[in-house]
């Protein structure tokens, strides 16, 4: 997801908007099982936090614990590492996101994600329109 949430520093809009928008997969499994986990964080307590400078950073076994008590879970502590390890992801992919043209993390390489082809048309399209719509030189 936090691939998914980056948006490289020239962009206007999050990958995830841009995917929807050239309607190209996420490349997002379907969740069989620990779909809990995914509410907890995208509901409840947040893929991660930000410290003072805005920087973002896992939750803190603080943090956990006491989504843990304010929503009664008793989480086992598998669960409660889980979440960390969930929230600590998010950030190396919002991080790895950061950069255009990079592979999704769903993908094994440039040629297996639409999102790659979505940005390669898109900066095909701005050459094009910057140079009138003529696709060759003229002499």
């Known amino acids: 997801m936090g691939f998914l949430h980056s948006k490289p ?3 206007k809009t ?3 908007a841009l995917y929807a928008k050239g309607g190209v997969s ?12 995914i509410e907890w964080l995208a509901h409840d307590l947040g893929w991660c936090d930000q410290d003072g400078m805005g920087n973002l950073r896992a939750h803190s076994w603080l943090e956990i614990d006491a989504m843990d008590r304010q929503l009664g879970l008793r989480l086992e502590p598998d669960e409660a590492r889980m979440i960390r390890t969930m929230s600590n992801a998010y950030i190396d ?19 297996d994600d639409p999102g790659i082809a979505l940005e390669r ?5 701005k050459i094009k329109a910057g140079m009138g719509g003529k696709n060759k030189p003229t002499t």
């Open 9 to 11: 520093d020239d962009w």
């Open 14 to 16: 999050s990958r995830a």
């Open 26 to 37: 996420n490349g997002l499994p379907e969740i069989e099982a620990g779909e809990y986990f």
């Open 93 to 111: 992919g919002h991080h790895h996101g950061k950069e255009a043209m990079v592979v999704a993390p769903a993908y094994d390489d440039r040629d």
């Open 121 to 125: 048309r898109i900066v095909s399209e």
